[in-house]
């Protein structure tokens, strides 16, 4: 039994920052890196399964990313996962989540789990699209957006819950293997004690280049891209300002003020 | 972070007098335990707010003379060359930093007790000091107030010569100048007495004459309560106040302005239980409107928005703050670096000043545990040294002591895991800032907690795990760190236990539907009867704030109390709101009283002092005095036990019992922390944290590292040159 869990390290911006050179992203200096916040879910919720599970299951982490994700995959090696992959190649660089799904379904193609897991979306780009991607690209049914899921490793099949509008739920089986994309709030993530941080940075990271899973490099980066980012800006504010005075001379100024809105001074 | 443009004003210098001041941060004078006696302590405290930022610095109250002697209070002196070398060292360091500083030149009159000097204190009237205990002074001829003048220009002199650039004349806190211009004290019928003109007579010529005397060279401040609070008895600021601001305006470079008296100086030094930022704003602000000179004012200011609303609107040119400085010495600076999420706001809680009450040990400040230490210990509020071991910490509690031993552990560079039960940081203090009045306690945790939370950031093994299942030995011996602090804190009796007969009272017990202890209180969970019994015997707050929140909520509330309630709050300065804010709620008190067993909806009271007065040796088995007789029934609905207070220690007993277990799994030490070690105020709880976390690679690290003390040195005199072997006059 395996489950593989899709990570990815994610960047927050830091109290101040600046848009990069090419305008399309922001400097990566003032970027702050850490675990995707779903994706601590979607690990969870398979180390629970693992744990629960009378037969040995594995728990696979995969990230695409340079060097710097180790530690990502690292910290999710100390939450409990048995095993971490790390695909990278410079011509990765770029890529949209449709290029990045057509690795990660190589990956499993590879890996041959029973059951893929990942968050809905990515804190930082948001575009709830990899997971479902790879569901694509692998042929394999899936869930978005799982708010529940009740899965016991062997089985052929999953039932899970997603949450709908109204308070109503779905509820849905769904044949194994499948990918789901995991709700944040699904479980409660578990933290890493310091004897497992000191164990999982000894464990070796299986790095991976686009050939070992067998993709071009024409299948990814801009040229393996669907969507392109164009540019990355600060729209300008819209001006505030402060009336001061007493409230007779504050009421009269915002009384011209909605006049002139309305166009009638 | 750029800082808001809006706040430059406050970095714009200022001419006062000769001088001036490179922005208008400015720590007005506060004492800090150092005085002239401890010139390391004076130096290295003030010079670190220059470093800070702080344009102006001032020393505490700075006696002229020996005839205005505050001992058992700690005062700065300045009578001789001795001094003048001592406080020497205060202002070059402060020079380093170009920033000024300014000696608060102090006479006292009857509120000086003169207990070292053993002199007789001089006064406009003859009165007995509502302050301080059993003084008078004597009622001063026209001789007396020259010889009283000539005190201050020798001082002044003295202290231009120990390089002081501001010189104050301080008539703040009814001392000498105000007690002249205030019908209060001043009952004369001569030309100091009398008419506004007489009576400010005393304050205008002592101010000319210092003036003469080194006003080319130094700035010459005074310090004015404009409004002594009391109407006409004293000063109004709409009358005599601004009156004397007219008067004297052409003699000053420097008003600073705030009010009230010394007896109630916490009208002055508000509490946050009472005051918010800028509570001296409706008496102080008149001042700027009669006076051509710059005014500053005080009033626990914090916040840059506040701050400049003062300076732009023309309340004051000058933000003034003691708490502020104290609390965050780097104010100025990090407002400048637009760092203002990093600012460690003042808590208000006065226990600063609490050290100054009982008589002058070394100032402690519950937000900033380094304040005091700088010299002593050589701990700087902002700078830390790089840690000396790649040891992983675990921190066991995320209350005040824990947080901060967790956060200048990583300010270190050490990985952390912080681990707590609770949701959030702060143990109980997230339960005593609901109290009435003390919101802003919540500082302290909101500075910590974010502190934390960007410190994780940049070290990603560090952590903080909120919300977990208590931790048991096994967890923390198994969890993998070096070494594991344990900072646990403590909680209130549920049986009673007590500082009176040391054991549990008969028949008291939490776990009963109709007592509660003070968390169950605020917990609010617990429904609570209409007749409230507050059984006390803690010093400090809890029983009169948990009087005031029950009573504000309807109940009815009787306080026994064996102790003196409230008693640490003299020193806080909170007593004498707090016994109004008793009053108000018609709370009823019974002192000297204590209970000796419980029953169901009763207590059996009795007197502490209701036994006999007369001890006799009656032998072994008999209590020498005639049995307490007082005992009486008395009824609740409920009973609340603030009795005393108990370490949460169990975890670290049991990992002590298994230090065979330690070096197997790779645990070096363990170490007890904050309340969990011992029950304790805030400030001292949060200090066990930061020394744990300073000296942490130490091989005894649970025990505090000698500090450096100044002393007096055998073989050297005060004064320079003089003998100091014993030598009789005979
Ligand atoms: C610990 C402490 C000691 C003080 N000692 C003095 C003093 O020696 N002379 C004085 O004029 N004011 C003294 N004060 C009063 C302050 O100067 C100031 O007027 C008051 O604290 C209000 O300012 P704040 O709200 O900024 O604290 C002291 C205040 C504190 C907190």
């Known amino acids: 039994m395996k489950i593989l869990v899709a990570v990815k390290q994610v960047a927050a911006l830091d109290e101040d920052f600046v848009i990069g050179a090419d305008g399309r992203d922001v400097d990566a200096e003032f970027l702050i890196r850490d675990l995707n916040e779903w994706d601590d879910f979607s690990l969870e919720e398979a180390v629970r399964i693992k744990e629960a599970a009378a037969d040995p299951v594995e728990v696979v982490v995969v990230s695409i990313g340079p060097e710097e994700a180790d530690e990502v995959l690292r910290k999710c090696l100390a939450k409990g996962a048995d095993r971490a992959v790390r695909i990278w190649d410079e011509a990765v660089a770029g890529s949209d989540p449709i290029a990045i799904a057509r690795i990660l379904a190589a990956v499993a193609r590879q890996e041959a789990p029973d059951m893929l897991l990942a968050g809905v979306q990515s804190s930082d780009h948001g575009f709830a699209s990899t997971g479902i991607a790879t569901a694509g690209f692998l042929g394999w049914p899936h869930g978005a957006v799982v708010a529940s899921l009740a899965y016991t490793s062997g089985e052929k099949s999953a039932v899970f819950r997603r949450e709908l509008e109204g308070g109503l739920l779905h509820q849905v089986t769904i044949q194994c293997p499948a990918v789901l994309t995991i709700q944040a709030g699904i479980n409660t993530p578990r933290y890493a004690s310091l004897r497992s941080i000191k164990q999982a940075a000894a464990k070796p990271i299986d790095v991976r280049n686009l050939a070992d899973v067998g993709i071009s490099a024409h299948e990814v980066g801009e040229q393996g891209s669907l969507s392109h980012v164009r540019r990355m800006y600060i729209p300008d504010k819209g001006h505030a300002q402060l009336i001061e005075g007493s409230a007779a001379e504050q009421a009269k100024r915002l009384a011209g003020i909605i006049r002139a809105f309305k166009g009638e001074a | ?730």
């Open chain 2, 1 to 730: 972070m750029a800082r808001d443009p809006k706040h430059d004003v406050l970095f714009q210098p200022i001419k006062i007098g000769p001088k001036t001041l490179r922005n208008r941060f400015y720590q007005v004078p506060h004492c800090i335990g150092a005085g002239s006696d401890r010139p390391g302590f004076q130096a290295a405290h003030r010079s670190i707010k220059a470093e800070g930022g702080w344009a102006g610095i001032n020393t505490e109250y700075c006696s002229i003379h020996p005839e205005s002697d505050d001992t058992h209070r700690l005062s700065a002196r300045i009578w001789d060359e001795g001094d003048v070398r001592n406080l020497r060292a205060m202002t070059d360091y402060i020079h380093k930093y170009n920033s000024l500083a300014g000696v608060e030149l102090w006479y006292g009159g009857s509120h000086a007790p003169c207990m070292e000097s053993r002199a007789t204190p001089r006064g406009p009237s003859q009165y007995a000091s509502e302050f301080e205990t059993l003084t008078y002074c004597k009622e001063m001829d026209f001789d007396d107030i020259a010889m009283v003048q000539q005190y201050y220009v020798d001082a002044a002199l003295r202290s231009r010569d120990a390089g002081f650039d501001i010189v104050y004349v301080y008539g703040a806190h009814s001392y000498l100048p105000l007690q002249f211009l205030s019908p209060y004290y001043n009952k004369r019928k001569d030309k100091y007495g009398g008419s506004l003109e007489n009576r400010a007579r005393f304050w205008l010529e002592t101010l000319e004459q210092v003036r003469r005397a080194v006003g080319h060279d130094c700035a010459i401040a005074t310090r004015f309560a404009v409004d002594t609070l009391y109407g006409d008895a004293g000063v109004e600021v709409e009358n005599d106040g601004i009156k004397f601001v007219g008067l004297a305006d052409s003699l000053v470079d420097l008003w600073d302005v705030d009010v009230g008296d010394i007896a109630e100086w916490g009208e002055d030094a508000g509490p946050s239980r009472f005051y918010q930022q800028g509570h001296q704003v409706p008496w102080t602000r008149f001042i700027k409107q009669v006076s051509k000179k710059p005014v500053l004012g005080v009033g626990r200011f914090t916040d840059p928005e506040k701050m400049t609303e003062i300076v732009t609107k023309g309340i004051a040119d000058i933000i003034g703050a003691a708490r502020p400085s104290i609390s965050d010495p780097w104010l100025p600076k990090k407002i400048e670096e637009g760092r203002y999420d990093d600012i460690r706001v003042c808590i208000g809680c006065n226990v600063c000043i609490s050290r100054w009450e009982i008589g002058g040990p070394p100032m402690i400040c519950t937000q900033n545990a380094t304040a005091g230490e700088e010299y002593r210990r050589g701990w700087h509020p902002e700078k830390f040294p790089k840690k000396t071991s790649d040891d992983s910490i675990l921190v066991v509690g995320a209350g005040p002591s824990g947080s901060e031993c967790a956060r200048v552990l990583m300010e270190r560079g050490y990985t952390v895991h912080l681990y707590d039960t609770a949701a959030k940081i702060g143990g109980h203090l997230n339960q005593v800032t609901t109290l009435p009045g003390l919101g802003e306690w919540s500082y302290h945790r909101d500075y910590r907690e974010l502190q934390i939370a960007k410190l994780v950031k940049k070290n990603k093994q560090s952590q903080v795990m909120l919300g977990q299942k208590p931790m048991t030995a096994d967890d923390a011996l198994a969890y993998g760190a070096e070494k594991i602090v344990i900072a646990t804190g403590s909680s209130w009796n549920s049986d009673g236990t007590n500082c009176l007969s040391h054991d549990p009272l008969p028949g008291a017990d939490a776990s009963r539907a109709d007592q509660l202890t003070p968390e169950q209180v605020m917990d609010g969970k617990k429904p609570i009867g209409k007749r409230v019994m507050i059984l006390n015997a803690d010093t400090y707050f809890m029983a009169p704030s948990l009087a005031e929140k029950l009573a504000m909520a309807g109940h009815e509330v009787t306080l026994v109390t064996g102790v003196h309630l409230a008693n640490y709050m003299h020193f806080t300065l909170e007593y004498p709101n707090m016994m109004r804010r008793l009053h108000e709620l018609h709370i009823k008190e019974i002192h000297n009283a204590f209970a000796s067993s419980i029953e169901p909806g009763r207590a059996q009271i009795y007197d502490v002092f209701g036994d006999g007065s007369k001890r006799i040796f009656k032998g072994v088995g008999k209590i020498p005095r005639t049995p307490n007789a007082s005992h009486r029934w008395m009824e609740f609905d409920s009973l609340v036990l603030v009795t005393g207070r108990h370490s949460n220690d169990s975890l670290h007993r049991e990992l002590k019992a298994r230090n065979g277990e330690w070096h197997k799994n790779g645990v070096r030490d363990v170490y007890l922390i904050g309340d969990a070690e011992a029950p304790r105020l805030i400030a001292d709880a949060t200090f066990t944290g930061q020394r744990l976390a300073r000296e942490i690679e130490e091989s005894k690290a649970q025990f505090p590292l000698p500090y450096r003390r100044e002393v007096a040195v055998w073989g050297t005199s005060h004064m320079p040159g003089a003998e100091f072997d014993l030598e009789y006059k005979i």
